[in-house]
C-alpha cells in the first residue's frame, strides 16, 4: 500500500511540478527543425481547457459522443507572434490560447530531442501526444524539454498552453507599462543532439585582463568527461583541455584580441569542440569596469550615449520578435547617435542582442522585476532567480551585453525587497563577475531644486541609475542648471536611466507651452531643460531619454493624445521624428563617448 502511494505521489509531482530545463546555449548553432510558421489555436478566455483536457483531443467514437471544442476548424495563428495582434476579437485577451503544431519525426537511437522555445508569454504548459511535459513561467527567456524518451516514430502532437493571465506573485506583478502580449512570442525549434552534447559555454575575458579568457565549456550527457577543444582561427588559438565527471571543462588561454567596441564591433569566430559535439559562435571580446566614478571599456573611459526600447514593432503594433524588428529598431537607435541600448523591462529576443553587438551598439538587459513586485510571497525569490540566470545563460557569450539590471522602481516600502534584490544581486556576480550590475530606482527626493539620491538599494549597483521626470511628471524647482545633488554614494558613477516627457506628433491641439495638449514643444523644452541639468550631475557617465519610439501601453487611455500609446517616444509609432528626436540627436553629436 505505501508503495503504491508514494510511487503515485513521485508521478503526481512529476506531472504536476515539473519544470522547463533552462535552454541550451546559442540554439542558431545546433541540428534544429523550425517549428515556425502556422499552428492550429483554441481560443480559451476563460481558461476551461483545462477542465475540458483539450490536450488529449478526444473525438467522438459513438454516435452519442461529443466533444465542445476542437483544433481542426479553429483559428491559425503565426508563430512567432504574439496572439494579441493577430486577431482583433482577442486584441485585450489576458488568458489562455492553446496552440497545436504536429511534427513528424524518425527516431535514432544514437540522438537526444529537445523542444526549444525562445520564450512564451507568460505561463506556458507544454505537452506532447497528449502528456504533460512541464510548465514555465516567465514571459522573456528561452526554456526546452528533453523530449527524446517521449517522441513517437512518425506523427507527433504538440500542444501548448499559453496564458498571458498577470499573476500577483509574477515577473512583472500586476501592474506594468507595456502592452501584455500573449502567446508563443518567439522561435521555436526541435534540436537534435547527440547523446553527450555542449549544452553550455562562457568564453569570454577574465575580470580584469584584457587578453586572457577564462571560461568553461558544460558538457550534458552520460560521457561527460571528453576532450574540449576551443578554436579561434583568425588568432591560431587552438586550446585544448578535459573536461570532468561533471562535464564541466575549465577554458583558460590569452589571445592578441582585438577589442570589441562600439567603434570597432570585432567579433570572432570561435569553434566549440569536445569529442560528440563542436558548435560555431561569433564572440567578441572587451573588457568593461568601473573605475572610481567612470565607466571604462577597453581601458578607455566611456559616455554612455544609451536609449530605452521596448520589444515592439511600432509599424506593426505587435510584439517584435524577428531579425528585421531587431533591424528596424537598432538602426533608429544608430541613427539618433547612440552606443549603447537599455532593452527595457525584460529580456528581449536574441536577434536583438545579437544584432545590436553587430551593429556595435552596448546592451543593457533586464528582467521584469519591475515595481509592484511581491518579494515576501514564497516562490517569488525563485522566480527572480530563475528569470535571471536564463538571461545570463542566453546571453554570457554576448560581449556587446555590458550591464545585467536586475530591477526597475522597486518600491522600497516593500517588505524584505532590499534583501531579496541583495540576494539576487550575490547570486548574478557569482554567475558573471565581468559585467557591471545596477538596480534602476526612482525613490529620490527632489526639493528646493535638489536631489536626494538615498536608496540603500544603490549599495549593490555598480552604477546609481536613476528614473527621474522633471519637467513632465513633476515641475522644474529652479533653473536646471542649478539643480543640486546629494547622493547617498558619492563616488559611484552615475547614469539617468530614464528621463522625458510626452508629445503626439504633429500635436496642434493648444497652447504649446501647456502639458495637457502633448504638443512636441513641450516635449523639446523638456529635452532642453534636461540637457541644461545633466551639467550639474555628479559622475555623470551616461544618459537614457524614456525612450525611442511611442509604444502600446492600454493605461495611456487619452482618447485624442494617447489612444493606448504611451507617447514618450522621440519617434511617433511611424517612425516621425519629433521637435525632441533632433534636441537628443544634437547633444549627443556634441557629447563625446569618452566625457
Ligand atoms: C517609469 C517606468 C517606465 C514607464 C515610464 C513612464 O519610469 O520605468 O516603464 O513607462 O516611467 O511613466 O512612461
Keep these: 500500500m505505501t508503495r503504491s502511494i ?55 467514437e459513438k454516435k452519442t459522443d461529443f466533444y465542445e471544442y476542437s483544433f481542426e476548424g479553429g483559428p491559425v495563428l503565426e508563430v512567432p507572434g504574439d496572439f494579441n495582434s493577430q486577431i482583433k476579437e482577442i486584441t485585450y485577451l489576458e488568458g489562455t490560447v492553446w496552440y497545436k503544431k504536429t511534427f513528424t519525426y524518425t527516431r535514432d537511437s544514437s540522438k537526444r530531442l529537445f523542444i526549444h522555445f525562445g520564450a512564451v508569454n507568460y505561463l506556458a504548459d507544454i505537452y506532447l501526444n497528449g502528456e504533460h511535459l512541464g510548465q514555465h513561467e516567465g514571459g522573456f527567456t528561452p526554456f526546452q524539454f528533453e523530449l527524446t524518451h517521449k517522441v513517437l516514430e512518425g506523427e507527433n502532437r504538440l500542444i501548448v ?32 543532439t547527440n547523446a553527450t552534447y555542449i549544452d553550455d559555454y562562457s568564453i569570454q575575458l577574465k575580470k580584469g585582463s584584457n587578453n586572457q579568457v577564462l571560461g568553461w565549456v558544460k558538457l550534458n550527457g552520460k560521457k561527460p568527461q571528453q576532450q574540449i577543444e576551443i578554436n579561434i582561427p583568425e588568432l591560431n588559438v587552438k586550446y585544448k583541455t578535459q573536461s570532468n565527471a561533471k562535464g564541466i571543462g575549465v577554458i583558460t588561454f590569452k589571445g592578441k584580441f582585438d577589442h570589441w567596441s562600439p567603434e570597432n564591433p570585432k567579433r570572432y569566430e570561435v569553434i566549440i569542440k569536445c569529442e560528440t559535439d563542436a558548435l560555431k559562435d561569433t564572440i567578441g571580446f572587451r573588457t568593461i569596469k ?28 505587435a510584439r517584435a520578435f524577428s531579425k528585421d524588428d ?3 529598431l537598432l538602426t533608429w537607435a544608430k541613427e539618433l547617435g547612440c552606443n549603447m541600448v537599455r532593452l527595457a523591462h525584460y529580456p528581449h529576443n536574441e536577434y536583438m542582442v545579437k544584432m545590436a553587438e553587430k551593429m556595435g551598439l552596448m546592451v543593457w538587459s533586464e528582467i521584469p522585476v519591475y515595481q509592484h513586485i511581491e518579494f515576501s510571497t514564497p516562490g517569488v525569490e525563485d522566480k527572480m532567480d530563475l528569470m535571471m540566470r536564463e538571461m545570463i545563460k542566453r546571453d554570457k557569450n554576448r560581449c556587446g551585453v555590458v550591464i545585467w539590471s536586475l530591477s526597475n522602481e522597486t518600491y522600497s516600502s516593500t517588505a524584505n525587497r532590499d534583501l531579496a534584490l ?17 538596480h534602476v530606482i526612482n525613490t529620490q527626493g527632489y526639493a528646493n531644486n535638489t536631489f536626494n539620491v538615498w536608496d540603500t538599494l544603490y549599495r549593490y549597483s555598480d552604477i546609481i541609475s536613476i528614473n527621474e521626470y522633471v519637467g513632465w511628471y513633476e515641475p522644474w524647482q529652479g533653473k536646471p542648471v542649478d539643480t543640486k545633488w546629494d547622493l547617498i554614494y558619492p563616488d559611484k558613477p552615475v547614469f539617468i536611466s530614464e528621463f522625458g516627457g510626452e508629445a503626439l506628433y ?44 511611442d509604444y502600446r501601453s492600454l493605461g495611456r487611455m487619452h482618447p485624442i493624445y494617447q489612444k493606448g500609446y504611451n507617447r514618450k517616444g522621440l519617434l511617433s509609432e511611424k517612425g516621425e521624428k519629433k521637435k525632441a528626436w533632433f534636441v537628443m540627436k544634437n547633444y549627443y553629436d556634441k557629447v563625446s563617448s569618452d566625457e
Excluded at 568601473?290 to 554612455?304: D, E, H, M, R
Aim: with cysteine.
Design 290 to 317: 568601473v573605475q572610481g566614478p567612470t565607466v571604462v571599456l577597453n581601458g578607455k573611459s566611456i559616455f554612455l550615449k544609451s536609449i530605452n526600447i521596448h520589444e515592439e514593432n511600432p509599424l506593426k503594433g
Design 506 to 549: 504633429g500635436s496642434n491641439y493648444g497652447p504649446k507651452d501647456e502639458a495637457a495638449y502633448w504638443s512636441e514643444e513641450y516635449q523639446e523644452q523638456i529635452y532642453k531643460d534636461q540637457i541644461e541639468m545633466f551639467k550639474t550631475v555628479p559622475n555623470l557617465v551616461g544618459v537614457c531619454p524614456w525612450l525611442l519610439v
Design 422 to 438: 541583495s540576494n539576487l544581486t550575490k547570486k548574478c556576480r557569482a554567475l558573471d563577475s565581468t559585467r557591471l550590475i545596477t
Design 6 to 60: 508514494l510511487t503515485l505521489i513521485l508521478i503526481l509531482f512529476t506531472i504536476v511540478f515539473a519544470k522547463a530545463q533552462t535552454a541550451m546555449t546559442n540554439v542558431d548553432a545546433r541540428n534544429s527543425t523550425c517549428l515556425n510558421g502556422k499552428w492550429q489555436t483554441i481560443i480559451d478566455p476563460t481558461g476551461v481547457g483545462n477542465w475540458r483536457e483539450v490536450w488529449k483531443e478526444k473525438v467522438p
Design 326 to 328: 531587431a533591424k528596424l
Design 161 to 192: 498552453k499559453a496564458d498571458n493571465s498577470r499573476k500577483s506573485d509574477g515577473l512583472p506583478g500586476l501592474g506594468f507599462d507595456w502592452f501584455n502580449y500573449g502567446g508563443i512570442t518567439r522561435d521555436v525549434n526541435l534540436v537534435e
